[in-house]
């Protein structure tokens, strides 16, 4: 039996979850696990790469929590696209497919005989459980990243006891949201899991059931702010609203603090490959932050945040391993500044310059500035070929309501010049209804 296995048993009538069925105790929740293992004893084994077919609920939290003590390596898949599923199904060496129905039954299935790759034989000869992940990259083929997930959720041991509720946000098969969903059981505290992510859902779940903390991205946070949601729920209950897994601009975040003066606003840090990195922001008005994890360490090379970590993957399972150095670095992408007293900003992703014939240009330094004009509600900054200067800077923009384009566009142009060198001032401005955004609620550019 896991540590964790044990510490739910011991949490007895404290509410543990709640989804769109009702909510269940911790005495509910560490019975469905025996259930789920009994169930599953004859068809599934230690060792074996099993697909879970769902977002978060009840039943799928003790589901996972079954598996991860039979020692089985768990693949979460959220997605319904049946060739997307399929190709992950064969990526990860998938060999038994569970399916919950909204009773909770489970529904296993077998596929054709699948080797096992050289990483989960790793695990298996170590009788240790494990957890593949997909890239969220929208460029290629996702990558398929094995954790060691008993290292994982060793390293949430020893928490104190809280009295909290916490709203899952990110997915089932978001290392986020699986670093969400461990936070919360070590500590005790009640998770509450929306049936959708839409603001109203999201707020009306605040409300209800009084969510002290939310953990999500600077883009739904944002859309929040958009949908006036601040005002037509009472989201008094929130102590802290922590976000990730994109760039925050400035401006958003001064935004959100007048919206929830209340709310403690914290930068959180992590990547799928090397998990969640614990982090202290210096305030909640400011993106400057400190890593402090002792799981893990940082160095900044040619302005590149290095990773190296206790919990990162033990490999890819369907790609090379050139992001990380010989000696275990994990190059992240992310560029940041460093800045006094051991503090780090992260200023964007490598991937996202701008060149400007050789001038480089931060998307989310522009968006920030384009988003202190009040008309604008959101923007998305990116680069697009330009004969001359190899590329030019586009920004879509979203507004508070449908004026004039031409004078708009000259009022921001102006407000850019007192605010920008030239070659960052946006040569094309695209007026859209909505920002385009991915499943996981972070910015697409195009």
Known sequence: MTWLVSHINNLDSRSAITDASGTYTYSELSSKVRSFQKETEEMITAGEVVIILSDYNFYSIALFIALMNKRCIIVPIVSRVNSEINNKIEVAFGKKIIKI????????????????????????????????LFSSGSTGSPKAMI???????????????????????????????INTLINTLSIGAHIVLPSNRNTSEIAALIEKYKVNVLPTSPTFLNMMLMDNVSKRYDLRSLKMITYGTESMPESLLQRLKTSFPKARLLQTFGTSETGIIQSTSKSSDSLNLKLNDPNQEYKVMDGELWLR???????????????????????????????????????????????????????????????????????????????????????????????????????IRGHCRLRLSEFKIPTKINFIKNTNISDRFKKLRN
């Open 101 to 132: 129905s909204p009773s909770g039954q489970l529904k296993i299935d077998a596929t054709k005989e699948i080797k096992n790759h050289t990483l989960t034989a790793h695990l298996i000869k170590k009788n240790q459980a494990g957890l593949i």
């Open 309 to 411: 970590s206790k919990t990162q993957v033990l490999g890819y399972l369907n790609a090379s391993m050139d992001s990380f150095t010989k000696d275990g670095w994990f190059k992240t992408g992310d560029l940041v500044d460093e800045l006094k007293n051991g503090y780090i900003r992260i200023i964007g992703r490598k991937n996202d310059l701008i060149n400007v014939g050789g001038e480089k240009v931060l998307p989310s330094e522009v968006e920030s500035i384009l988003m202190e004009m009040e008309i604008v509600l959101d923007a998305t900054v990116y680069g697009a070929p330009n004969s001359i200067t190899g590329q030019s800077v586009v920004a879509d923009i979203v507004l508070f309501d449908s004026n004039d384009s031409k004078s708009v566009k000259k009022d």
């Open 147 to 177: 954790h060691n997930l008993d290292i994982l959720v060793d390293s949430f041991t020893g928490k104190k006891i809280k009295k909290l509720n916490m709203l899952v946000f990110l997915m089932f098969d978001h290392i986020g949201g």
